[in-house]
């Protein structure tokens, strides 16, 4: 009998991720709590119950002040302390698109040196312009400490956000890399870097980077929706496979979960 | 004392936003601008301390990595500067929530009349700029002086200390509300009241409103209620009521149809009764499945055992036609209100958009008053940020270029929700309201926003008609609402639910009593926006992001407990009777007492007179044309027209993500830049059921016969599903008509008796189609008048009347979503198939546009030939024997062919000696004829004797074959070669028309 691993899902206020970000959460064997942000707020609920939090996609406050702000200056004013206890009790957090917009908000991410509160990256407006919807390719850092990508190399995930330029100081990102932060970067087909090409790199992020974590890598962002990738028929290239596979005489979908639902089974595999 | 925060990126980031518009203003007017950088202005009206003002600066409106700020003018250099504002009163979604967070991270609470506005400043910087450019940038890129107001400003003229200044938009009336009674002492008083006050009250009406009022009885009753005349807030209720946009007056009319060529006449009593109720009845009679139709704000089908899905359409015209992305938000987030006021409520699904327009080109005489490409432009926003910011995926859509569609544009949206078969133990789908419920308004509050919306859409549009009926939705409050409303639905505190949108409370109060028999509204506890709005107005106001709920009495501290958690404003606005009176009063004194009943007796049927002419009577003919001797630049210059070119860059703004079931997009393809014959998702993620979901919208048809028009609709959106692997058994149809104005009118409309036959040829069509491939209505909704008075030259003004247009919507379940299919070819060595029978149908074709031509014979559905194919398709599907299949649909076998090549980026060699067809047809009618009831499908080699099998006695034969040569390869009926052309030109040719756009 395992222990069970318990995930708050947060929402309201515009969030809009959070049925298929639980669902995921439950597909990988967690036990998943869809929680609005009021409930923590009026302390209905305690974060000291959960070990994986999500900050899941979405418009929280309409996006209206730059993304993600307003739910940062939300959750800090109300809930900031749970939240750093909740990172010195080493939960796991993981933010996706405006979650992952939250956590550079609140100084979640980069984390450097442990302070978990100064904002110095950023997510801002997609170079082309525009919100936009279309699966990614990404390289996975194998030597990254983030606990979500273990074992994994490369994975296809679904974007779909307007402001998802990742944007720092030149220092900022020589000190992510050097601490092996930068978890993900967008790539071509065959793993090579995008090197800013659009539409590889659909945002014009700085150095490629679609997801960094904190030095522990128990703090996770990314602006790719894992969640999105729960079930094979997700991927864009599936009825091609579905049909190769028909003809070698093999079930249309294979039988292993998707890359999507690894990253959070790598979160509650964490904790057993 | 007023604040002002100007926010502005650091300048070593790109500037999207100013970029965007820089590209604009050299692509749509040739304006060479060498820089834009964009300022967000925050105007600050309350009292805040300068530390407060410091806090919020730093902590809220700035972020540290990549902007910069100040309180005073950035002095960001300009030769000519935009400045851009809402008008008072216009929805500030982002400054509303400015105050919010203001109020959060200071512990404070704004004062009723302090409020935080935002607006922006456009830095432009070019050497060649000059006041004329500027202002064209403003009037007609940036801003639309419907709902905003803009500055102009050159360097030379700019006060650095002051900048723009302190423009506080608020809305002042200085207005003690005011109950005024209407005199009714003659029918042409009335009607005169009722043009001053735009009451758009029927004259045919007038003289039973009349009657009520003047009665005896009534009298007596009214008089012991302090009431006599009738209110401006009744006549409003009974104006709302009665409108075509509400009542359907017109679909409900008794039309006088003759065709005099052979001498037939006949009368038909109500389209809605005889086309849809009758034949949909008959349907559900039939399949288990349809759950709930014809009554609510949407009809409902059975998903699975536990699950409802929930389906309605509805379009959004004029709104959009004169504020594009108002109107178009406001649409998409309005039509998300009708499956949550379905049942006890469902959560959205997902939405599909049909957009009608001029051409993107368009530079004739005639002045619309948005530019059709910048109307799209505005379309397309609205209804992303409408559909991305509600978290609902946007999985199809279509977008219809046509001339005609200059006087006015259509929206269509449409939206799909899912229910749990039961709520708390009771039905979902089922509703009512009893007597003590209680009334209560939940989302937005009330302004001065679309008064008069519903009565405009019965108008035509016009340079003067009024535009206080266009609004900016708001997809986080419904978001917040839509939230909270489920789980007190899933708590079991909803007895009754419906939106606020046309006519507002009168419309869902007023439709609400007719359950329980009565209602009284105490008016003055509706929250608003601003003080001093009048009864009728806060009765009527169309503000939006509201919904009217029954609830128990012993429920509402729970629901009100549910409300605040969600930060949703509720609020108890009167209770529900028995007392068959629509009773409202304002502060205790009486505004209405009126009978409900009132509307269902003694109102005169409207009455149209109907006279088709034959497509030969009207001298229709087809052309007398060759076959073309180079038909691989004819095939190219057909995928480049602008009704079959790429259009990628729409539906990647929309997410059709969201909510995680997404199986088939609306792009597909190995470079995923083809559109789908349909969308699939799976709406519940631990079910592998699927539903698919595509519409059609074949207007030029119309030009020949809105019969076929209408049933070609209908067959090419059946077999969209079917392509993707939906089941025939269960299909839910949803007709949206938009039809130009049909009653004759010697002057304004001469030939109304015309387009008034093409409506009735269209409703038979609808019957006679969907009872033969029986689809049910689910829902559907007509919007009348779809014409336009434009401004041209020599100051001569033209009426522009669209197409008769029907957007059909097919939804499907999909029993297996492994089993689903994309169109693109899959593997070299393939069979290609092709399915159906080709005959001579170029008529209304886009061949025959693309050459100038009308023609003749115009497509036609065999519905009773195309079935049992369609069923043999289905097997072959559900039994995984195809590879690809995709629908043959406007353009013909050659544009469809070269889109399966193109998806799979592999070659396709066809034969057109194998095309099962009539005889005699020339090969350019066999590339290009639009029949109905065709598909083009690629089998393995090693599947050919099983799918075979399946087709015999069908049209289904074998054309030719998919080949690792990326060409599209096409021998003509004689053998010879008649194209081969590159699958990279193709696609670059098919990608260029709209290649710039991101």
């Known amino acids: ?272 | 004392m007023p604040h002002r925060l100007e926010i502005t990126l650091k300048p070593e980031l790109i500037d999207a936003e100013g970029e965007a518009l820089k590209r604009k203003a050299m692509d749509y007017f040739g304006i060479a601008v060498e820089s834009v950088r964009t300022i967000a202005v925050l105007t600050i009206d309350a009292d805040l301390t300068a530390a407060q003002l410091k806090t919020i600066q730093d902590d809220i409106f700035t972020n540290p990595v990549t902007q910069v700020s100040s309180y005073t003018p950035l002095p960001l250099s300009f030769d000519w500067m935009i400045w851009i504002g809402y008008r008072p009163g216009v929805r500030d979604n982002a400054g509303s929530t400015a105050v919010e967070a203001i109020e959060d991270m200071l512990g404070i609470k704004l004062g009723a009349e302090e409020g935080i506005y935002t607006s922006k400043r456009f830095c432009l910087v070019g050497s060649g700029l000059d006041a004329a450019a500027a202002d064209k940038i403003a009037g007609e890129l940036l801003a639309n002086d419907i709902i905003q107001q803009w500055r102009v400003t050159s360097a030379a003229d700019w006060d650095p200390q002051t900048g723009i200044g302190m423009i506080i938009p608020k809305v002042r009336l200085d207005h003690a509300p005011t109950v005024t009674t209407i005199p009714i002492d003659s029918d042409a008083t009335l009607r005169e009241i009722s043009d001053q006050r735009s009451l758009a009250l029927n004259p045919n009406d007038i003289p039973t409103i009349r009657h009520y009022f003047l009665d005896a009885e009534v009298q007596r009753q009214r008089a012991a209620v302090d009431l006599s005349d009738p209110t401006d807030l009744e006549l409003e209720y009974i104006s709302q009521a009665r409108s075509d946009h509400c009542n359907h007056n017109t679909f409900q009319g008794l039309f006088r149809y003759s065709e005099p060529c052979r001498g037939h006449q006949e009368t038909i009593d109500n389209l809605f009764q005889t086309c849809i109720k009758e034949p949909t009845l008959k349907l559900q009679a039939q399949k288990d499945w349809v759950i709930s139709v014809l009554w609510d704000n949407a009809g409902v089908g059975r998903f699975d055992d536990d699950h409802y899905y929930v389906i309605t359409g509805e379009t959004h015209n004029s709104p959009s036609n004169m504020e594009a992305y108002g109107g178009a938000i406001t649409g998409i987030v309005g039509v998300y209100r009708d499956p949550m006021g379905t049942g006890r409520g469902a959560r959205l699904l997902m939405g599909g958009y049909g957009y009608c327009v001029g051409p993107r080109d368009y530079d004739g005489d005639l002045k619309p008053h948005l530019h059709p490409r910048r109307l799209l432009d505005g379309v397309i926003e609205g209804v992303r940020d409408g559909g991305n910011k509600s978290g609902i995926p946007t999985t199809f859509g279509q977008i219809v270029y046509n001339p005609k569609y200059l006087g006015k544009c259509l929206v269509f949206v449409t939206a799909v929700g899912l229910m749990p078969a039961k709520v708390n133990g009771d039905a979902a789908e089922n509703k009512t309201t009893s007597p003590d419920d209680l009334i209560i308004m939940c989302g937005g509050r009330v302004g001065k926003d679309g008064i008069h919306g519903v009565t405009a859409a019965s108008l035509i549009f016009s340079e003067n008609t009024p535009a206080g009926h266009v609004q900016i939705g708001d997809p986080y409050t419904q978001k917040k609402m839509h939230d909270f409303l489920l789980e007190a639905r899933d708590e079991g505190l909803v007895q009754f639910i419906t939106d606020n949108g046309g006519g507002g409370l009168s419309s869902s109060i007023g439709e609400s009593a007719l359950f329980s028999n009565g209602c009284e509204v105490a008016l003055e506890k509706v929250p608003l926006k601003y003080a001093g709005l009048d009864q009728w107005e806060i009765w009527i106001s169309e503000s939006q992001e509201r919904m009217t709920v029954a609830a128990r009495p012993e429920h509402l501290e729970r629901f009100m407990t549910l409300s605040r958690k969600h930060s949703v404003e509720s609020t108890v606005i009167g209770r529900y009777t028995d007392t068959g009176k629509l009773h409202v009063a304002y502060e205790g004194r009486n505004c209405a007492y009126v009978d409900l009943d009132l509307l269902k007796s003694g109102f005169p049927q409207w009455e149209f007179d109907a006279v088709w002419r034959s497509p030969e009577e009207r001298g229709l003919c087809e052309p007398a044309i060759g076959v073309p001797s180079d038909c691989g630049a004819l095939l190219l210059d057909m995928l480049a027209r602008p009704n079959l070119c790429s259009r990628e860059w729409v539906p990647r703004q929309y997410d059709h993500e969201v909510q995680g079931g997404s199986v088939i997009k609306p792009l597909v393809g190995v470079d995923r830049n083809i559109p789908s014959d349909a969308g699939v998702i799976r709406p519940v993620l631990t079910s592998t059921t699927g539903l698919a979901f595509a519409q059609s919208l074949l207007p030029t048809y119309s030009a020949i016969d809105a019969y076929h028009m209408t049933a070609c609709t209908i067959d090419e959106a059946l077999r969209r599903v079917i392509a993707v692997g939906g089941d025939l058994a269960h299909v839910g149809g949803v007709d949206n008509f938009c039809w130009p104005n049909i009653q004759y009118d010697a002057v304004r409309n001469p030939d109304g008796r015309f387009k008034a036959a093409q409506l009735v040829r269209s409703c038979r069509a609808l019957k006679d189609i969907c009872l033969a491939y029986e689809i049910p209505l689910l829902s559907g909704k007509d919007s009348m008048y779809v014409d336009g008075n434009l401004p041209g030259r020599y100051g001569i003004t033209h009426k522009v009347s669209a197409p008769e247009t029907m957007q059909f919507s097919a939804i499907s379940r999909v029993p297996d979503v492994s089993r689903c299919m994309t169109m693109e070819a899959k593997q070299a060595g393939d069979l290609v198939y092709l399915i159906g029978t080709t005959r001579n149908e170029l008529g209304g074709s886009e061949y025959y546009e693309h050459l100038g031509y009308t023609g003749l014979n115009v497509p036609q559905v065999h519905a009773q030939d195309f079935y049992p194919v369609y069923q043999a398709l289905q097997k072959a599907i559900g039994q995984s024997l195809t590879a690809s299949v995709r629908g043959i649909y406007r353009g013909g076998l050659g544009v469809h062919a070269a889109l399966v090549a193109m998806g799979g980026r592999l070659g396709l060699a066809l034969d057109l000696s194998n095309v099962p067809g009539e005889t005699d047809l020339n090969d350019s009618a066999l590339m290009f004829s639009e029949s109905a009831g065709r598909f083009l499908v690629t089998v393995d080699p090693a599947r050919r004797d099983s799918f075979e099998a399946l087709f015999e006695g069908l049209p289904c034969a074998c054309v030719g074959q998919v080949t690792s040569t990326p060409r599209l390869t096409v021998n003509a009926q004689d053998g010879a070669e008649l194209l081969d052309v590159e699958i990279d030109t193709l696609i670059a040719t098919w990608e260029k028309p709209h290649g710039e756009l991101i």
């Not at chain 1, 318990?6 to 970000?21: I, K, P, S, W, Y």
Request: charged share 20%; aromatic share 8%.
């Open chain 1, 1 to 272: 009998m395992t222990a069970t691993v318990r995930a708050l899902v947060l929402t309201g206020f515009g969030l809009n991720c959070d049925l298929e970000t639980a669902y995921a959460l439950e597909l990988a064997g967690a036990q998943a709590d869809r929680v609005h942000i009021n409930t923590l707020i009026a302390g209905e609920l305690r974060l000291d119950q959960y070990q994986i939090m999500a900050f899941g996609g979405g418009f929280s406050w309409g996006d209206d002040h730059g993304a993600g702000v307003l739910q940062a200056v939300r959750m800090r004013t109300n809930v900031g302390k749970q939240l750093l206890a909740f990172v010195e009790r080493k939960g796991l957090v993981i933010g996706i698109c405006n979650g992952f917009q939250t956590l550079v908000n609140l100084g979640l991410l980069p984390g450097f040196a442990a302070d978990y509160q100064t904002r110095s990256i950023a997510l801002t407006f997609n170079d082309c312009g525009n919100f936009r919807d279309d699966w990614v390719h990404l390289t996975i850092d194998p030597d990254s400490p983030c606990v979500f990508t273990r074992g994994m190399e490369t994975m296809d995930l679904p974007i779909r956000h307007g402001e998802g330029k990742f944007y720092a100081e030149t220092d900022v990102i020589d000190r992510l890399v050097q601490n092996r932060q930068v978890v993900l970067r967008y790539a071509d087909a065959q793993g090579n870097a995008a090197e800013g090409r659009f539409p590889l790199n659909p945002n014009g992020s700085l150095m490629d980077i679609a997801g960094v974590c904190d030095p522990t890598g128990r703090i996770f962002g990314l602006m790719p929706h894992p969640e999105a990738f729960n079930h094979w028929t997700n991927h864009p290239d599936w009825t091609r496979l579905a049909e190769n596979r028909r003809r070698q005489g093999v079930s249309p979908l294979p039988a292993e979960m998707t890359p999507g639902i690894r990253v959070f089974v790598n979160a509650v595999e964490h904790f057993r």
